[in-house]
């Protein structure tokens, strides 16, 4: 909590840029990278990997198997893949069967350039299994985060309010807010996420809309964009901003801020993402 760092790894040329990174009940590190995915023991040597598109978001999943997020495709490429221990596709969804379609077919967001010159579509920037097998998906350029199930039938949808021109979509919903990252469904099925225009994170009630708890960045040269948000289990939460790792209490006040240098970038993205690891062994989410 102080920012002493306890340990680290540097990531591996093979694969380039460092995206994710999560930590196993094995005690193994978990890596998402920009060429591919791949998992380390704590002395860094690699015991698992997986060539491939890659970014945003990889878990672990309870039979094993690793389910992989890729933001920058073009329309048509796999968006999430699911992979068994020897690297072998299991599962996989594009989106073509839920978003190939008005108005969503012909929307790209002014950076779908980026990665090549086939434009990005979607930029899914998150997915997590939950435990009825449903599975959760945000969807950056679409203002609206999305239940599936393994048909990739939606089940559900949540939509934001987006009006800003500088986003792919605008939209109309209940609550004001640009490109969802991360969301988190708590058990009480409250979500919390981090959104843009403005700049905050909220726990809300999907099925209300009825915005629980919300913390806005008071300076936003200083903080940064919202990447990451999490509700601890204390009542606090977890908050990761370009500049800053924060934990947040209840009523907003921040109890541990931990800042990265601003030399190291020129942008928004130092930070990215963080994951609790509690005392007792247990991981947050991611």
Not at 75 to 85: H, L, W
Not at 167 to 184: D, F, L, V, W, Y
Request: proline share 3%.
């Amino acid at each position: 909590k102080i920012g002493e760092v306890v340990w680290e790894y540097l990531g591996n040329k093979k694969f380039g840029r460092i995206d994710d990174a999560k930590l196993t009940l094995q005690n193994t590190v978990l890596i998402a990278a920009e060429k591919g995915a791949y998992e380390i023991d704590r002395s860094g040597r690699i015991i698992w990997s997986f060539i491939g598109k890659v970014s945003h978001d990889i878990d672990r999943l309870e039979n094993g198997n690793t389910i992989l997020n890729y933001a920058w495709g073009p329309k048509g490429d796999d968006k999430i893949i699911e992979v068994d221990s020897n690297g072998q596709i299991v599962w996989k969804w594009d989106g073509l069967a839920s978003h190939d379609q008005a108005p969503f077919n012909e929307t790209y967001a002014h950076d779908a350039h980026i990665h090549g010159s086939e434009k990005t579509w979607i930029h899914n920037n998150s997915v997590t299994v939950l435990p009825n097998d449903v599975i959760l998906v945000s969807l950056r350029d679409f203002q609206e985060i999305i239940w599936i199930n393994r048909s990739g039938q939606v089940i559900k949808r949540y939509r934001f309010k987006c009006k800003s021109s500088k986003r792919a979509m605008q939209t109309s919903g209940k609550i004001q807010g640009c490109n969802p990252h991360e969301p988190q469904v708590l058990k009480n099925g409250n979500i919390v996420v981090g959104l843009r225009n403005p700049d905050r994170a909220i726990e809300f009630n999907p099925k209300t809309s009825k915005i629980t708890w919300e913390w806005r960045s008071f300076n936003s040269k200083l903080y940064g964009t919202i990447r990451d948000v999490d509700k601890l289990k204390n009542g606090n939460y977890q908050i990761v901003t370009g500049g800053h790792l924060l934990e947040i209490d209840p009523n907003g006040n921040v109890v541990m801020d931990i800042g990265a240098n601003p030399a190291l970038s020129n942008d928004h993205r130092i930070l990215y993402k963080a994951q609790k690891i509690y005392a007792d062994g247990t991981i947050g989410h991611d």
